[in-house]
Each structure stands twice: as structure tokens, then as C-alpha cells.
């Protein structure tokens, strides 16, 4: 298995709340991802870093933020979560660009829910 | 953007049987790489096989393969021998390269029957 890991795995929490989850991948990658995935729908990319101190906005706007100020942890914040929040994050990372083989190594998700 | 079709939701194969997953996609490029990954419940998405878009011949990694129809934009998956551990999501993703996204199907939920 990859050597990415997320925590927490299941998270529910009120409206209004500050929520980080964190994600931590010992492969030595350079590129780290975000993505939120719903069911019936193809993952959506949130938030990537090339590297440390290196962060970037996906496709799917999001109100979440990110940090890379260490190479191996990639964490996501909501400064206030609300229902809408609701989904499944998948962090996940793979060499530089891709690198030549294009693999992405996944973590097991964080399931959040915001009643 | 580049969009990647699954049609079908769900998919259902008997154990031992084959089965075939359907993926089309969209691009005006030559040069790319298509993905199929694996989602067992609760546990992290892993590659199963790829196919670089500049070669022919069909990828196969013992029981998967793919029928790469490059002209069609078509990518299917195919099970052979299909076991219960292959129960599972897969997605079908397109990658431009270096420095550029993957983009995801929407996916497909494998049930084997025993």
C-alpha cells in the first residue's frame, strides 16, 4: 500500500466549526493534491503544491485552504465549516509533474460531514 | 476542460467471468495517457493499469486489459477470471502530461456475485 495517510478518517461536526484535515505522505513527493469526490460524480481537484511553499487552486472553487511548509504534509482548513462542506477529501501524491509514469498514490480519504 | 464518460453506474460480473468497463473521452491532442483506478470500499484508490496514448499495442497487467481505440476516444477495461477482491469503484482518468491535470469519469461500482 502507499505510504500516504490521512487523518481523520470520518469526521462530523457542527456548522460554524474550524476543521483541518491533515495528510501526510512519506514518499518524499514533491506534487500533493486535494480532491473532493461526491458519489455519482468524478473527482474534483481543490488544491495541488509543486513543493513547499507551493500551493495552487484546482478547478472546483473551494472555500477550503492549504499549507506546505514541510515537504511530506499537505494539510487542508475550513475556517467555517457549513453542510455544504459535506464530502469525501482524497489527498494524494506522485512525483513532479507526474513524472513519467503519471501514477498518483492516494490516501483512504477524510469522509467530513457538517450537520 | 478534458472530460473522460463512464455510462455505466454500476456493473455486475459472476465470479470467474470476464467483464468489460467502458470509458470515453474527449481531447483534440495526440499525445496522453489514460489511467484506470481502483476504489475497494473504505480503502485508498490505486492504479491499475495505464496506456500512453502514442502506443498501439494494448496494455495488460495479468488478469486487466484495455482496448485502447485511440480514433473512437474509447478506453475500456478488461476483467478476466474476475475475483471477489476485485469488487470495487474504478475510474477511468486522462493526463496530458508533465505539468497538467488528471481528469476523472465518474466512475463505475464493480459487484462480483459469488
Known amino acids: 500500500e502507499a505510504d500516504i495517510y490521512q487523518t481523520p478518517r470520518y469526521l462530523v461536526i457542527g456548522t460554524g466549526k474550524k476543521i483541518t484535515l491533515e495528510c501526510s505522505q512519506t514518499?518524499?513527493?514533491?506534487?500533493m493534491y486535494w480532491y473532493q469526490q461526491d458519489p455519482g460524480m468524478e473527482l474534483h481537484l481543490i488544491h495541488y503544491s509543486y513543493g513547499v511553499n507551493s500551493t495552487e487552486k484546482g478547478d472546483l472553487s473551494s472555500e477550503s485552504t492549504v499549507s506546505r511548509i514541510r515537504t511530506e504534509h499537505f494539510p487542508l482548513t475550513l475556517e467555517s465549516a457549513r453542510p455544504s462542506h459535506t464530502s469525501q477529501y482524497l489527498c494524494?501524491?506522485?512525483?513532479?509533474?507526474?513524472?513519467?509514469?503519471?501514477?498518483?498514490?492516494f490516501g483512504e480519504g477524510s469522509r467530513l460531514t457538517v450537520l | 476542460a478534458q472530460t473522460v464518460t463512464q455510462s455505466q453506474p454500476e456493473m455486475s460480473v459472476q465470479e470467474a467471468e470476464t467483464v468489460t468497463l467502458s470509458c470515453t473521452y474527449d481531447t483534440s491532442e495526440s499525445d496522453y495517457y489514460l489511467f484506470w483506478y481502483k476504489q475497494p470500499p473504505s480503502r485508498q484508490m490505486i492504479l491499475v493499469i495505464r496506456q500512453e496514448a502514442y502506443k498501439q499495442q494494448n496494455a495488460t497487467e495479468n488478469r486487466f486489459s484495455v482496448n485502447f481505440q485511440k480514433a473512437a476516444k474509447s478506453f475500456s477495461l478488461k476483467i478476466s477470471d474476475s475475483q471477489l477482491g476485485d469488487a470495487a469503484m474504478y475510474f477511468c482518468a486522462y493526463w496530458r502530461g508533465v505539468g497538467n491535470q488528471f481528469y476523472f469519469g465518474t466512475g463505475t461500482s464493480l459487484t462480483v456475485i459469488p
Open positions: 494524494a501524491s506522485s512525483v513532479l509533474a507526474g513524472g513519467i509514469t503519471g501514477e498518483l498514490f
Open positions: 514518499m518524499g513527493h514533491d506534487k
